[in-house]
């Protein structure tokens, strides 16, 4: 058939609607968007067949389409593997929620809630209500109000208590983030002016009683979440710290950044300090986030004396900055969790990631090692090989924990072709490339058989194209 042929050939757009497969199409997708797809389709096969390919067939048009119209459809924000060996990646949405999250969450998205209703008078409430209680039961602190991260926490109480007067802050304290999230830029915003004192490596008490003057709001203590300084240092704790404030007369703010409300050495991790410690130790406001040790969703507290929490909810900003139903409903029965701390580390995903022990994750990967080695063709040389994972989201930034993964070595460029294949598997399998080798750490794999079953999905001459 000569090219005129073959574009006469060709289906219209109303034959391919019209055909069992069109109108499958446009009861799943719509009218309007199947026949953008289809006018598309037959673009791209009028090109191909002035370039000698041949016609295609009405359904083979109509198959087309429907995988043009499955791939704008598909969402990136899909679930995946993480076997990055970062338990709360940033990147990959950190914490995993509690099923009683979960399923709070939905409940709170299908049903109409008492959010800012008070059923005992039958007059308008408070959102913040829902969590106040808990959270001054869990930290000792006489109030505390919500906001939607950390960051908006520490923005916030600081307009709120500090502006248009000085902070005084550790140098060494004033951290950056990712996502160039910069301590002395969030203190600007807040209209704060920053004083700093002491050196990178050491603060004493004396440095904060020689920066205290009549334009002094508030001293603040800033954990330094994502690295540490080692060697000839010095810090002034929180206790202390709080005595000087107090001495002045002023608050003491304690931003721990993370944020931690059990004793992690009970799992066997590095101790972080707690909020309740913070509190204890005379903190008038301490910040943490929700999302990061806590195992929440993405949200910013601020505890502490009820009269700075009240000045903090009555600032314009806090409406701004305020978190929804769905949230809410999901760190009630978060937080519900951590009032029976001996069943924790079953019921919050994030803690029990973090515990699991070698042991198990080894005996996974001998496991699985057989799988992936019958898929992977001459050239790809997989092992099983010990690890350390880590916290993730500036947690513990310079510990890590033993674990154990797949270590999978090639040479050339056929590593960065096997981790893209992974990327655009149905479930995709994200792992990390280092020292000549595709690793994956099996910490974040529970999901054994689901696992398998996604990578027979690979075609092993995906492995071999360029």
Known sequence: MDERSSLRALPSVDVVLNGARGAALVERHGRASVVDAVRTVLA????????????????????????????????????????????????????????????????????????????????????????????????GAEDATIVNNNAAAVLLALNAVAAGREAVVSRGELIEIGGAFRMPDIMARAGVKLVEVGTTNRTHPKDYRSALSADTALLMKVHTSNYRIEGFTAEVDGRELSAIAHEAGLPMMNDLGSGTLVDLSRWGLKREPTVAEAVAEGADLVTFSGDKLLGGPQAGFIVGKRDLIARINANPMKRALRVDKIRIAAMQATLQLYRDPDRLATRLPTLRLLSRPQSEIRALAERLLPEVAAFLPEGFTPSAAECHSQIGSGALPTDTIPSFGLSIEASGSALERLASIFRALPRPVIGHLHAGALRLDLRCLEDESGFIENLRSIRQAELFSA
């Open 44 to 139: 791209r096969h009028r090109e191909g067949i002035r370039e000698g390919q041949p016609a295609p067939s009405l359904e083979g048009v109509a198959i087309d389409a429907g995988n043009l119209l499955d791939a704008r459809n598909r969402s990136n924000l899909r679930p995946l593997f993480n076997l990055t060996g970062t338990v709360l990646h940033t990147n990959l949405g950190r914490a995993l929620l509690a099923e009683a999250a979960v399923e709070a969450a939905t409940t709170a998205m299908r049903e109409a809630l008492a959010l800012e209703f008070d059923l005992d008078t039958g007059r308008r409430g408070e959102r913040d209500s829902h969590l106040r209680r808990l959270l001054c039961e869990l930290t």
